[in-house]
């Protein structure tokens, strides 16, 4: 089965920028979808960004939308999220997450079945 582990998180001034990896291990369904999802304390698990593997397609939630771009690294098997213009209430765990063929956008993470660990960001004012 597959693993994922995410890096990349940290503290940033509002404004600045992060670059968060997820690195996939184990066999690559190339037609599954990947995304990043972020929580903060007390609220629920939010969508951010999917990908499908193979070909590249992707979606993002409105709240992020011109200044997060997800993208793959075939070489590397990572799914990555560049996060640019970054806000206080950006401010959030962020999870990578897969899941078999369903619904697209796969914006729901209760149809997520595999997940990593979580990385934080912190965006201060």
């Known amino acids: 089965q597959v693993q994922l582990a995410e890096s990349g998180g940290g503290l940033v001034q509002a404004g600045g920028s992060l670059r968060l990896s997820c690195a996939a291990s184990g066999r690559t369904v190339t037609n599954y979808a990947m995304a990043w999802f972020r929580q903060a304390p007390g609220k629920e698990r939010e969508f951010v960004a999917a990908?499908?593997?193979?070909?590249?397609?992707?979606y993002y939630a409105d709240s992020v939308k011109g200044r997060f771009t997800i993208s793959r690294d075939n070489a590397k098997n990572t799914v990555d999220l560049q996060m640019n213009s970054l806000k206080p209430e950006d401010t959030a765990v962020y999870y990578c997450?897969?899941?078999?063929?369903?619904?697209?956008?796969?914006?729901?993470?209760?149809?997520?079945?595999?997940w990593g660990q979580g990385t934080q960001v912190t965006v201060s004012s």
């Open positions: 997450a897969r899941r078999s063929p369903g619904t697209w956008p796969p914006t729901s993470w209760k149809t997520f079945g595999t």
């Open positions: 990908i499908i593997w193979s070909g590249s397609i992707t």
